[in-house]
Structure formats: structure tokens, C-alpha cells
């Protein structure tokens, strides 16, 4: 009877810092994002800054990361999303004891020089289970059309129905489609013709080139793709919504694809199988100049029709993991 009391006791009360002990003596399982994305560009910057290198990497979606976090086959999930993100209130819903890491001042420095992120602070009311504020770094999701196939008055629907239809739509995300935000993210791009004249009849100033245009309403196909990214993320949902107003309010009719987001809606624009996406601009400006994952690809038939909301950098895990800070992954 003693021997099954004790056999008890160590069980209950010793098996949340057992799990600790079993992660910290193992490879830490970090999901980076899907292949050819933003996610998983940035999170190895990051990593990479930190000096971790024993890791195990899963390139998953971030719905399937948050998955795989909740039932404890990963301990760290890397993801490019608006603030508040549904799947990481999900996540917390489902387990209650997530912990959002926060990145150094010398990481943020290192990550602003390496890829043109800026810094970003998660304030401590944009989720329940924060008790202090997350710095992190942060760029702009906009929205970029295929020269080859988006004529000037379609893009400037376009970018009009994006701004002024904003209100229909439900997403969190929805109410950075306005005026005031227009612009962000198109320094470095060049903007689509059409989107450029809508701006400025709304008293915009529009710097920077002028993209030129195959395309020609005179032979404008009926049936457009919208390029967008996993359904886990922000770009899913938000991407579907924006298809919704465009399909109501424009001449076209888009379907919202889900994809590998930034870098395979760039790539598939190049190839001339995608007509508008969503995308990081910091990979859209590569893609221009042919330049980081882009290098000696430069994708000449792109342009700038809209910014779509601020892309912040969270990175979560479980308190059962006993990670509190990327930096206990670097000892």
C-alpha cells in the first residue's frame, strides 16, 4: 500500500516538469512555416540570429503547427499573422497555458538589417493569456495583381472596392483596409496603373514607378485566382472575404485559393498562373529586384494595388514545454 501511495504521488505532481526535462534533453521541435513562404524565410533570420541550430524543423502550415502544439508533437509554432489571430486564440482556448515569446533588442536589430522587418510591439490586451507586453518585428501584408492579365480599370476596382467596401467585411483584419493605410508597403514596388489613379482621385500622392500593363479590358478574362495562404492563417479567411466584395462590386469573378502565401503567390504570378495575391512586402520587393529567394528570378509583372493589414511575427508554445524565452534554446 506505502509503495502504490508514493508511485501516485510522483505521478501527479511530477509530470508537467518530467515533459520539461524529456524537451529540453531533446532537439527542440520548432514549426518554421510551409516551404517557399514568408514564415519560414523569416524564422530561420531569426533562429539563425539566436545562434539555435539543434532544432527539429516542420515546415507546416500554421494551422497544422497550432495542431500539432495542442496535442504536443511540436513545442514551438512560428507564424506571420494579424494581431489578434484567431488560431492563437484557439490554441489557447483549446489548452490554456499558451506562452507568446517575445524577441531581444539585439535579434530585432539583426532582423530589421537582414530583411527590412521593422519593430512591433503585441500589446498585453491583444490576447487573454498576456500579462506584458511581446516585442516582436513586423511588416505590411498587401495585395499585388499580375500586369499580364489585370488591366488598368479592373485594378482600379480593384483597389477602390477594397477601400470603400471594407465595412462588409467581418474579419478582424478588416478595418485596416482604409484610405489612411492605402500606401503602406509600396515604397520599393512598382503600382498598378489603375490603383495609382484611384489614390490620387482620392487626394493620395503616389510616389514611385508606374508598373506597365499586357493586360487590356478589350480581352479581359472572366475568371480570376486569388492567391492567398494556408486556412490556419490570416490570409485564408481575410483573402475569401476580400474575393467576396471584388465578386459583388467589380466586373470579375475571383476564387480564393489556398497556398504557401508570400513567396508561391509571387511565383505563381511570375508564371503567369496566378492574377492577384497576397504577399509580405518585403518578399515582394525581392521579387522585383530579383534579389533573396528571388536572386536571378527577378518577377517583372507585378504591381502594387493595395496594403492589406500590418503582418506581425508570433511565436508560441505551451508552458508544459518549460521553454520561456528563444534564448534557453541557445545554451
Known sequence: MKAKKMIMRFTTASIVSMCAIFSSAQAARIAIGPPASETNSVSKVILDAYGI??????QESFGNAADLVQ???IDISFGILGVPAGSIESLNASTGDVIMLGLTDEVIAKAEEANGYQSYTIPSDAYAFLDADVPTIAAFAIMVANNDTIDEE?????????VENSKEITH???VQLSLEN????????PIHPGAKRYYEEQGLVVEGPVAELKANADNRKSEFTLGTGSQGGTYYPLGGEIANI???HTEGNFTNVETGASLENLASISRGRMDVGMSVHVPAIDA????GQFQGRKVENVSFIGHVYPEVVQIVTRKR???????DLAK
Open 154 to 162: 479592373l485594378g482600379y476596382q480593384l483597389a477602390k472596392v477594397m
Open 246 to 248: 471584388w465578386n459583388q
Open 172 to 174: 478582424a483584419q478588416g
Open 53 to 58: 541550430t539543434d532544432y527539429q524543423a516542420f
Open 288 to 291: 522585383v529586384n530579383g534579389e
Open 321 to 327: 514545454t518549460g521553454i520561456t524565452s528563444l534564448e
Open 71 to 73: 496535442d504536443g508533437n
Open 182 to 189: 492605402a500606401l503602406n508597403g509600396a515604397a520599393g514596388l
